[in-house]
């Protein structure tokens, strides 16, 4: 191959990389705006008759309770499956809440001074997984959770099949790393693994702040195929065949 092709070869294989960078980090923000920082749309309480301790200041989703004016749960109307989560928290000190994938499985909320480490401490699967390491700020600081989260699979008859797995990012940070979840946690909503349920927040332990809530749905059939397209070398090979070789100058 001639210099001037080697170059030319050269430019427009970095291009491409820095397109496909690009694309991929435009990716991680996109996604649904669960909260729309003006009012409760597309919210409901869990509990209908419950008091309504959750309101909107500032752009900021609060939820306000005391021991004598006990809060409630709220979920969003929309329901979801595999799934990038962002959203962002501010706990009190002494503060407990919690982010309910599906309405199943609890990521916990709450102040965790301290290195020590827990099944209940913030970021915690509660009572399922602790994390590797305790990332947290100090009680009324923003901190943040990326998540990804893949739901149960079922059979035909609704066992489960495989086990949900999660990975959680606090604060920028990998603090589980694809884990399986061995069932709902306490606290869940009652329903079956492995269908799409909604994304609740835990609101009846005490106040607690939330804000950027962004979702953003993963599809199921692109690992099937990728299956699909492992499975079938012969094609690859057919592939091959019909490429010639460049002639060096």
């Given at each position: 191959?001639?210099?001037?092709?080697?170059?030319?070869?050269?430019?427009?294989?970095?291009?491409?990389?820095?397109?496909?960078?690009?694309?991929?980090?435009?990716?991680?923000?996109?996604?649904?705006?669960?909260?729309?920082?003006?009012?409760?749309?597309?919210?409901?309480?869990?509990?209908?008759?419950?008091?309504?301790?959750?309101?909107?200041?500032?752009?900021?989703?609060?939820?306000?309770?005391?021991?004598?004016?006990?809060?409630?749960?709220?979920?969003?109307?929309?329901?979801?499956?595999?799934?990038?989560?962002?959203?962002?928290?501010?706990?009190?000190?002494?503060?407990?809440?919690?982010?309910?994938?599906?309405?199943?499985?609890?990521?916990?909320?709450?102040?965790?001074?301290?290195?020590?480490?827990?099944p209940?401490?913030?970021?915690?699967?509660?009572?399922?997984?602790?994390?590797?390491?305790?990332?947290?700020?100090p009680?009324?600081?923003?901190?943040?959770?990326?998540i990804?989260?893949?739901?149960?699979?079922?059979?035909?008859?609704?066992?489960?099949?495989?086990?949900?797995?999660?990975?959680?990012?606090?604060?920028?940070?990998?603090?589980i790393?694809?884990?399986?979840?061995?069932?709902?946690?306490?606290?869940?909503?009652?329903?079956?693994?492995?269908?799409?349920?909604?994304?609740?927040?835990?609101?009846?332990?005490?106040?607690?702040?939330?804000?950027?809530?962004?979702?953003?749905?993963?599809?199921?059939?692109?690992?099937?195929?990728?299956?699909?397209?492992?499975?079938?070398?012969?094609?690859?090979?057919?592939?091959?065949k019909?490429?010639?070789?460049?002639?060096?100058?």
């Amino acid at each position: 191959m001639g210099m001037k092709k080697f170059y030319l070869l050269t430019a427009v294989v970095l291009a491409l990389c820095f397109v496909a960078s690009v694309s991929l980090a435009g990716e991680k923000v996109k996604g649904a705006k669960l909260f729309n920082g003006k009012d409760l749309t597309g919210w409901k309480l869990r509990n209908p008759d419950g008091r309504q301790s959750w309101s909107v200041v500032d752009g900021v989703l609060v939820n306000e309770t005391s021991h004598d004016k006990p809060g409630t749960d709220i979920c969003t109307v929309k329901k979801f499956g595999d799934c990038k989560l962002h959203i962002e928290f501010n706990v009190p000190k002494g503060g407990n809440s919690g982010v309910y994938l599906q309405g199943l499985y609890e990521v916990q909320v709450a102040d965790s001074p301290g290195p020590r480490l827990g099944p209940g401490m913030c970021g915690a699967i509660y009572g399922k997984i602790v994390p590797s390491v305790n990332v947290c700020k100090p009680a009324g600081e923003w901190q943040s959770f990326d998540i990804m989260f893949r739901q149960a699979r079922v059979n035909e008859s609704g066992d489960v099949v495989e086990k949900a797995r999660i990975t959680v990012m606090q604060n920028g940070k990998k603090i589980i790393d694809n884990k399986e979840i061995d069932g709902k946690t306490g606290g869940a909503l009652p329903g079956k693994e492995g269908q799409p349920g909604p994304l609740m927040l835990q609101g009846n332990h005490s106040s607690i702040q939330y804000r950027n809530i962004m979702l953003r749905p993963i599809s199921r059939s692109i690992p099937d195929k990728i299956k699909k397209a492992k499975a079938k070398p012969a094609r690859k090979k057919a592939v091959l065949k019909t490429l010639k070789p460049v002639k060096s100058k």
